[in-house]
């Protein structure tokens, strides 16, 4: 294993090294083609989660970095902006998903609480 300050000449030099190449004397991670087992393997574990937590309302950020970290072998920088991406993406299908939906209770009311909204955005922005 290197230590941040010394360059690589080979593949071996990097740790990880199926997920981490080295390109110009650097180790880098792989692109996503071609994948390994355990990737293919993540990708329907991933998306089989983050449907869980999209359905549960937790968002699933905490679970989302773990799994990059375990199956596609991220640094934690990397994982927190993939996790952060993933959620926006649940949280915008979600949207969509139960915008025309009418509450129950209310038949002339969306199920979305645009007003629990309005008070919510601000402070979280």
Not at 97 to 108: D, G, I, L, M, Q
Request: with cysteine; aromatic share 12%; charged share 15%.
């Amino acid at each position: 294993m290197l230590a941040d300050d010394e360059k690589c000449f080979v593949d071996s030099d990097c740790s990880n090294t199926p997920y981490y190449l080295c390109v110009s004397n650097e180790c880098e991670h792989k692109d996503v083609f071609p994948q390994e087992s355990l990737e293919i393997v993540g990708v329907f574990v991933f998306g089989f989660i983050m449907a869980l937590c999209t359905v549960a309302g937790i968002g699933g950020g905490g679970i989302a970095i773990s799994m990059l970290i375990a199956f596609f072998k991220f640094n934690t920088k990397p994982a927190v902006a993939v996790s952060s991406f993933s959620i926006l993406i649940c949280t915008t299908m979600r949207f969509f998903y139960n915008f025309k939906t009418r509450n129950p209770e209310k038949p002339h009311m969306n199920v979305l609480d645009y007003s629990l909204a309005a008070i919510m955005m601000p402070t979280t922005l």
